[in-house]
């Protein structure tokens, strides 16, 4: 069995910018590319292997007919989404919905996520939760557009990583490269998108009701309870264990011996080069490649230098 390596699919965005070409090497379409989405299996644009037995397989695909490649993992859908971000300019702020107001509004899950900073200028800051205590109080600060009031606003720097449950009211600053790790959705609610014209002269769909509905009320700030496992010069960052997906970061130096700890392995190379060795087999790992360890690959190695964002799915 080999990892599964998957092209990426670039979004353009508003707010996006080049450095997935300058940093990361892609060969990007515009200079207005805001998102990679780097493992996929959603319709809005899902991820297909580029080697192995699969090759041209979509991730949606093989979720439905080689259930086996997940350990036979259940669901409808693949359910997770890594994705790389360039805010060269503001994100929306938005809140999405829980799984069960998403399936029934939407026909889609929910969208808890979670945020690696990949690099931040300085400056640079996030909305991340709101000051109304009561959801009326939200309603009326929305309204009234009393933005200073009701947003709460956190400097970030390289390396930060933070929780984003469904129903935080968030926002990505401009100068911020983040990889998300998220429930396989594209359900956002837009607040408030700092009156905003696209090329147009179009402003974006605000949804005011839905956000007043969904948003969590007061505000909670997720406790990381973040470990590290050392192994030789390399090692092994928690950051998040959740029903949805669990989240490490790999930092390699020299060597890293890993063993699987879920049905599969998702694996993105954030930052420097080096190699996956899978059965004695090396694969080339570079910033921006990303690949599936399927079921069937129980232990593998990375050498080189690198950090790697990986995540498996929930319980
Ligand atoms: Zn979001």
Redesign the pocket.
């Known amino acids: 069995m080999e990892p599964l390596f998957l092209q990426p699919v670039f979004q353009e965005k508003i707010w996006g910018g080049n450095q997935l070409h300058t940093i990361f090497g892609f060969d990007i379409p515009n200079e207005k590319i805001g998102e990679d989405w780097a493992i996929s299996g959603h319709p809005h644009g899902v991820s297909i292997v580029e080697n192995g037995p699969y090759k041209g397989w979509k991730v949606s695909d093989l979720w439905t007919e080689h259930r086996e490649l997940f350990g036979h993992a259940k669901g409808d859908v693949f359910p997770l989404l890594t994705k790389i971000l360039d805010a060269e300019d503001d994100l929306s702020v938005?809140v999405?919905p829980d799984d069960s107001y998403g399936l029934e509004h939407e026909g889609e899950l929910g969208?808890t996520?979670c945020w690696y900073i990949i690099n931040a200028k300085p400056g640079s800051e996030i909305v991340y939760g709101h000051n109304a205590k009561t959801r009326e109080e939200l309603a009326e600060m929305i309204k009234e557009e009393r933005w200073d009031d009701l947003l709460r606003r956190v400097p970030v720097k390289k390396g930060d990583f933070f929780y984003?449950p469904s129903g935080t009211i968030?926002a990505i600053g401009k100068g911020i490269m983040i990889l998300e790790t998220q429930q396989s959705s594209d359900t956002?609610y837009r607040v408030y998108d700092y009156d905003r014209k696209d090329d147009q002269g179009n402003t974006r769909e605000l949804h005011i009701q839905q956000s007043i509905d969904v948003t969590t009320v007061p505000a909670i700030s997720p406790e990381l309870e973040v470990s590290e496992s050392k192994k030789g010069k390399s090692s092994v960052v928690t950051y998040l264990k959740t029903d949805f997906f669990n989240v490490y970061e790999w930092d390699v130096v020299g060597e890293l011996s890993l063993k699987k700890t879920g049905d599969y392995t998702l694996v993105t190379v954030i930052e420097g080069y080096g190699n996956l060795i899978v059965n004695d087999q090396s694969y080339e790992m570079k910033p921006g490649t990303s690949c599936i360890l399927p079921a069937q690959i129980t232990e593998w190695k990375v050498e080189g230098e690198m950090k790697i964002i990986a995540s498996t799915p929930g319980e």
């Open positions: 938005q999405h969208k996520e984003v968030h956002t």
